[in-house]
Antibody
Framework: EVQLVESGGGLVQPGGSLKLSCAASGFTFSDSAMQWVRQASGKGLEWVGRIRTKANSYATAYAASVKGRFTISRDDSKNTAYLQMNSLKTEDTAVYYC???????????????????WGKGTTVTVSS | DIQMTQSPSTLSASVGDRVTITCRASQSISSWLAWYQQKPGKAPKILIYKASSLESGVPSRFSGSGSETEFTLTISSLQPDDFATYYCQQYNSYSTFGPGTKVDIK
């Protein structure tokens, strides 16, 4: 079964740090770019960032709202992606979803791909 | 950055109705658009990719069309399981989601 499982969420004070993990199973993790999407309570979906594969030099891209504060990484030997969040703000409070890209040139633009597998999400609360 | 808009923001409909949701991009995104369905407390689920390609396992009552800056998601005959919020997403340049359209019971 194709699955993504996020972990690492919790309560953190403003200015603090948190690292989320996303464990993948059921597909060839190393062949798939990974993305993070967040959703504040009662709000819409917000793209956070993306990491590509080794073949694409693990290139990363970030939303303007998190650039310089958040870092996405991956460990293909552990089938796990990570989201390191620093200098957290109250507006970063959200459910954070890990997603995997639909693989293949027929599906993807030169920049990104649709997200065909989603985890159930992990909740991050930034509050004093 | 590419901005996405959706209309309407809320749609009240009955089982059996034909439902159309519109998504507009602030600049051309070719056909690099996906549609997702999200139910309360659940992760989104992909319905359509590349503007009109139906994801495997998604009922054929869902269809997508459009290109460049204007796109539509159509549900040909609304079923009880379809009451949810629908998001479009451009992936021509990184990624941006639309604000969502909530389909609720009339």
């Amino acid at each position: 079964e194709v699955q993504l499982v996020e972990s690492g969420g919790g309560l953190v004070q403003p200015g603090g740090s948190l690292k989320l993990s996303c464990a993948a199973s059921g597909f060839t993790f190393s062949d798939s770019a990974m993305q993070w999407v967040r959703q504040a309570s009662g709000k819409g979906l917000e793209w956070v960032g993306r990491i590509r594969t080794k073949a694409n030099s693990y290139a990363t891209a970030y939303a303007a709202s998190v650039k310089g504060r958040f870092t996405i990484s991956r460990d293909d030997s552990k089938n796990t992606a990570y989201l390191q969040m620093n200098s957290l703000k109250t507006e970063d409070t959200a459910v954070y979803y890990c997603t995997s890209d639909r693989v293949g040139p027929a599906y993807c633009s030169s920049s990104s791909c649709p997200m065909d597998v989603w985890g159930k999400g992990t909740t991050v609360t930034v509050s004093s | 950055d590419i901005q996405m808009t959706q209309s309407p923001s809320t749609l009240s409909a009955s089982v059996g109705d034909r439902v159309t949701i519109t998504c507009r991009a602030s600049q051309s995104i070719s056909s690099w658009l996906a549609w997702y369905q999200q139910k309360p407390g659940k992760a989104p689920k992909i319905l359509i990719y590349k503007a009109s390609s139906l994801e495997s396992g998604v009922p054929s009552r869902f269809s997508g069309s459009g290109s460049e800056t204007e796109f539509t998601l159509t549900i040909s005959s609304l079923q009880p399981d379809d009451f949810a919020t629908y998001y479009c997403q451009q992936y021509n340049s990184y990624s941006t989601f639309g604000p969502g359209t909530k389909v609720d019971i009339k």
